[in-house]
T-cell receptor, first 112, second 112 residues
Framework: DAGVIQSPRHEVTEMGQEVTLRCKPISGHNSLFWYRQTMMRGLELLIYFNNNVPIDDSGMPEDRFSAKMPNASFSTLKIQPSEPRDSAVYFC??????????FGSGTRLTVV | QQPVQSPQAVILREGEDAVINCSSSKALYSVHWYRQKHGEAPVFLMILLKGGEQKGHEKISASFNEKKQQSSLYLTASQLSYSGTYFCGRTGTGGGADGLTFGKGTHLIIQP
């Protein structure tokens, strides 16, 4: 299995631009999670899906953030408009209930 | 609410033992442990479910005391490869189908 696949690995964008992060979970995993990691705040849960349905988006910092999971093999996290404080590493992870999470390699986002 | 990890950092010589603690003010359904090396994604180590059982493999094991709402990770005869940041994550109910809330991490440095 190729694991959880995220793209792009690195993204540098200007403030105000739209950013879309992509994730392909492991086949057969029915839960998908988006996390953000910064030095100050650590690993923060943004949103998670069970069977493609968003369950809890209370961690999404603002309305500028949105996430979708149109099918079992694809999810996106969009930031529009982006701001410098959004700079972080964004991880996607997937799992089956009762098992550990498998994280993707992450997307390092820099907003200038 | 984040679980609290202690210590924040520890430096060991190769072959020494380490204990990392994780406590929660909220009820624990399960506890996960992950290790993250610099510039990489967190990697799953083990999951502990209600019941206080101790799990482990090789020289890394963990315990879970649901009454005290605490978990501890034990690293025996540490190796250079054990260096990294260790995170505990808790679930409330749902056994992992709800998102993990992670502690701030414990930085472990193993010196030769």
């Amino acid at each position: 299995d190729a694991g959880v696949i995220q793209s792009p690995r690195h993204e540098v964008t200007e403030m105000g631009q739209e950013v879309t992060l992509r994730c392909k979970p492991i086949s057969g995993h029915n839960s998908l999670f988006w996390y953000r990691q910064t030095m100050m705040r650590g690993l923060e849960l943004l949103i998670y899906f069970n069977n493609n349905v968003p369950i809890d988006d209370s961690g999404m910092p603002e309305d500028r953030f949105s996430a979708k999971m149109p099918n079992a093999s694809f999810s996106t996290l969009k930031i529009q408009p982006s701001e410098p404080r959004d700079s972080a590493v964004y991880f996607c992870a997937s799992t089956q209930v009762g098992y550990g999470y498998t994280f993707g390699s992450g997307t390092r986002l820099t907003v200038v | 609410q984040q679980p609290v990890q202690s210590p924040q950092a520890v430096i060991l010589r190769e072959g020494e033992d380490a204990v990392i603690n994780c406590s929660s003010s909220k009820a624990l359904y399960s506890v996960h442990w992950y290790r993250q090396k610099h510039g990489e994604a967190p990697v799953f180590l083990m999951i502990l479910l209600k019941g206080g059982e101790q799990k482990g493999h090789e020289k890394i094991s963990a315990s879970f005391n649901e009454k005290k709402q605490q978990s501890s990770l034990y690293l025996t005869a540490s190796q250079l490869s054990y260096s990294g940041t260790y995170f505990c994550g808790r679930t409330g109910t749902g056994g992992g189908a709800d998102g993990l809330t992670f502690g701030k991490g414990t930085h472990l440095i193993i010196q030769p």
